[in-house]
Each structure stands twice: as C-alpha cells, then as structure tokens.
C-alpha cells in the first residue's frame, strides 16, 4: 500500500498554511500499525527491546527521538514470540539497544537476521564479568542489570550508542547519563543499607527462575530458584526436591514469586513453600518492569520494589 508518509514533505507543504493536524491523516494511512515516523518529525529511530532498556532510552532521550520499545510490562524475554509490527520496526530502526547474552532469546535471532541499523548490545561489555549456571553448560547468565554497578554501564553504552546516531545532542545525553547515573549511585547506597538490616543468616532469596544472581553478589544476599537462567523449561523434580531441602535445612523464611514468568514456575514456588512451612513473601519483578504507573514502572521504581518487599519479609 501506497502510504501519504511517502509523501510527506510535500504533503507538509501544503499543509502549513490549513493548519490541519498532520498526524491525523497520516495516521488513516496505517492500517492500525503504527508507521515508523508516525508524526513525521524527521526523528531517528530507537527501538529497545526489555522494558528495562526502554527506561534507559525514556531517561536519556525520550523527546529527541522517536523511541519505541517491543516487549511490555510484563512480558518474559526468554520466551517473547515477535508480532509482524516488531520485525517492521526491527528493519526500519536507526539503532536498536539491546541486553545480549541470549536473553532475547528469539527477538535476538531476528535482530541478527534483519536489523539495518546499528546494534547495542548493552550487557555484552568487557566491565561485566558475567557468571555463568550451573545447569545451563556455562551459559552466561544475561540478567546483569540487577547490579546497578553493572545497570551504570548499560547507561554509558546506551549514552554512546545514542550520540552516534545523533550527534547534534551529545551534550544533552551526557548530561543526562550523567544526572542519572548519580541516582543510581544514590539508589545503590540505599539498597545496601536496606540489605544490611537483615540478619545475615536470614538473607537467603528463593524465587521461581534464577534471575538474581548479579543482585545477589551486588547486595549480599544468597540466592536459588526453582527454574535456571531462561524460563522456557520446567525443573526436573529432583532439582525441586532439592530446593525443598535447602528451604527447610536452612530454615529459609519466605519464597517469592515473579511477575514476568510462566505461571507453572510460580506454582512450583507455591508448592514448595506449602510443603517446607515457608510462606510467600511477596512478588518481585524479575525480567520486566511494571504497568505505567505501578509500584515498579521504572528501574529505580523496580528496584526499590525489590529491596524493600525482601527485608520486610525476611527481617
Ligand atoms: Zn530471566
């Protein structure tokens, strides 16, 4: 289909002088996707994959350029299936920010197969010592952005990447990578002080997939889960029998579910909890934000969610 976009510095011409809003007739033109260039600003392009990145981008350069992002509150990188609309902006995208180590499982095969832009990849950097699992062969655990230390890296790739494709606002990224990277320093301070509040021997976390390892070492917290590094398979039942366990040898007080992961992985928590005499202690967000407006619909939001849902329950 022949979209008027094509046209549209003609068509911005002769608009001017009508004073007829362009975005409205462009968008009749989209067959209910939205075009890439929606209001025909001229912007780059951005498209962030998680909604941790998407964050990122929102921060640093959400009215400069046309940033969009694929996966919503909610949704599991691990097994995120791509719409026909997120291949379109894939293609068409200025410069895609990524987390790499395999955690967009599919998204990232389609990224390598069709992105024209550049690529950021922002956990795959040489300041990030990535640990592995013991039941993924070696695999490298993708979930670093849990140490802010590591989330402040994200930031400078995502600060650089960003002045690449847009030059003319180099001043304005770095000040605000800057600005942002104080207040995650900030947050980071606080959630050591949160942490050191809970008696040592009770800082033990068991979660549905083990997507704490990196906030564990950060924070001083011990850390299992039910289910490895990705979520697309179920735990064998001899490794649940062993969380089962630990949970009662070590006397850990409470499990937690995760918003972002199958519900079978939660019901195993569940489960277990019921069979050790532990209780739930609450939900964290593991590979996804929150909905807009939620407790946990930024980072820091996320974060301060997780820290403090922890030691109120294991204090
Ligand atoms: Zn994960």
């Known amino acids: 289909m022949i979209c008027l976009r094509q046209n549209l510095k003609r068509l911005k011409k002769l608009l001017v002088g009508l004073a007829v809003p362009i975005g409205l007739i462009l968008s009749g033109c989209s067959n209910g996707e939205q075009s890439a260039d929606p209001i025909g600003t001229g912007k780059k392009m951005v498209v962030c994959t998680t909604t941790m990145i998407h964050d990122i981008g929102k921060v640093l350069a959400g009215d400069l350029l046309d940033l969009r992002g694929i ?16 291949t379109k902006l894939i ?17 990232g095969h389609v990224i390598e197969e069709k992105a024209r832009g550049r690529v950021s990849r922002l956990a795959e950097d040489p300041r990030i010592v990535t640990l592995g699992s013991e039941d993924a062969a070696g695999a ?5 952005w849990f140490n802010p230390e590591y989330f402040k890296i994200y930031v400078e790739k995502a600060r650089d990447a960003l002045s690449g494709i847009d030059p003319d606002n180099v001043e304005t990224y ?40 990196y906030f564990g070492k950060a924070f001083d917290i011990e850390v299992y889960a039910v289910a490895g590094i990705s979520t697309e398979q179920d735990p064998a039942p001899q490794d649940r029998l ?3 366990t630990l949970v009662k040898e070590r006397g850990a007080k409470a499990l937690f579910v995760e918003t972002s992961v199958r519900d079978a992985l939660n019901n195993m928590i569940q489960q277990i909890a019921k069979s050790s005499g532990a209780k739930i202690g609450g939900t964290l967000y593991s590979d996804s934000l929150g909905e807009p407006g939620s407790v946990a619909d930024t980072y820091i939001h996320m974060m301060k969610h997780n820290l403090s849902t922890l030691a109120d329950t294991l204090k």
Not at 140 to 144: E, G, I, T
Not at 181 to 207: C, H, N, Y
């Open 71 to 86: 996966m919503k509150a909610g949704e599991d990188p691990h097994i995120y299936e791509l719409k026909p609309h997120d």
């Open 242 to 244: 062993k969380l089962e």
């Open 140 to 144: 490298p655990d993708p979930h670093c």
């Open 91 to 107: 293609i068409e995208a200025d410069l895609i920010l990524m987390n790499g180590l395999h955690l967009e499982a599919q998204v």
């Open 174 to 213: 770095n000040n605000r990578a800057k600005a942002y990277m104080k207040e995650l320093d900030e947050l980071f301070a606080w959630g050591k002080k949160v942490v050191a509040a809970i008696p040592r021997e009770q800082r033990i976390m068991v979660t549905s997939h083990d997507a704490f390892q």
